[in-house]
């Protein structure tokens, strides 16, 4: 087999062959599988949550008022959830193209609006579930 | 004119994917909306309840009473469908970033899919709970 045949039989290539740890290699790429792995830990704390409504329904619920397992897992996921909710709305000025006439929005505007949300929801909502456990019943 | 002498988008062999544009509008729905309520929610019942702040999930009796509301169940399962979908995509992604690239099909179906059977056994216990 001369040069060139076996340049045919076992061609070069050029894609890169990735490795298992490809994202430890830089700081950016590390961020990055942990900004994706964020989801993991929102799915778990709703799988809880989901547990915990079956036990109401199944009248096994108890109170979680100084369950502090659930305090660690719950604080755990809540790190993970803002870190999603950060980087995802600090993407939102970048995504979201309001049409402004014959421009566009500015995105510092759309990022405002979107952590604005983020706050007002959490000044909100956290009022009417806070509220919400002082009815007398 | 040839095929190539036109631009993408004035093509008309090339169709848009329905498919595909469909899990993108509900990934970045999904997660705009679990960004926006998951973190109250999180910080409310697992953690502000646990260290004894009164919420709804205080006891059976206001756990039971807020959910037979049925704008409570609204709420949850969108929350719950929504960021189930967002995470199946992310999650489908981010394997095959992981090196799992031999049949993106069957990914696909079985990160979509097991999305839409804990979405619909969730909506299912939510609505028959209390």
Not at chain 1, 103 to 127: N, W
Not at chain 2, 12 to 17: H, N
């Amino acid at each position: 087999m001369n040069e060139g045949e076996a340049a045919l039989a076992a061609p070069r290539t050029y894609r890169r062959a990735l490795s298992g740890g490809w994202f430890l290699s830089r700081r950016s790429y590390f961020l990055y599988v942990v900004r994706e792995l964020t989801v993991v830990f929102m799915v778990a704390w709703l799988a809880w949550f989901l547990y915990e409504v079956l036990l109401l329904k199944q009248n096994a619920f108890t109170s979680l008022s100084g369950n502090y397992v659930v305090l660690a897992f719950s604080a755990v996921c809540l790190f993970f959830t803002l870190w999603h909710a950060i980087t995802f709305l600090n993407l939102s000025g970048l995504i979201l193209r309001v049409p402004l006439g014959d421009r566009f929005a500015p995105p510092s505007a759309i990022k405002a609006l979107s952590f604005g949300g983020l706050i007002g929801a959490t000044l909100v909502g956290g009022a009417v579930m806070i509220y919400l456990g002082y009815v007398k019943l | 004119m040839s095929t190539s002498d036109r631009h993408w988008h004035q093509r008309a062999d090339l169709k848009p994917d329905y498919g595909h544009s469909l899990w993108w509008f509900m990934f970045a729905n999904g997660g705009a909306i679990a960004a926006i309520l998951l973190p109250v929610t999180i910080l409310v019942a697992g953690v502000l309840g646990p260290l004894g702040v009164p919420n709804w999930m205080e006891d059976a009796r206001h756990f039971g009473w807020t959910l037979s509301n049925p704008l409570i169940k609204l709420y949850l399962a969108v929350l719950i469908f929504l960021t189930f979908i967002h995470a199946a995509h992310r999650i489908r992604y981010a394997l095959f970033d992981f090196g799992l690239r031999g049949s993106v099909v069957a990914l696909e179906w079985a990160c979509y899919g097991l999305a839409i059977v804990a979405t619909v056994a969730a909506i299912a216990l939510i609505v028959f709970t209390p």
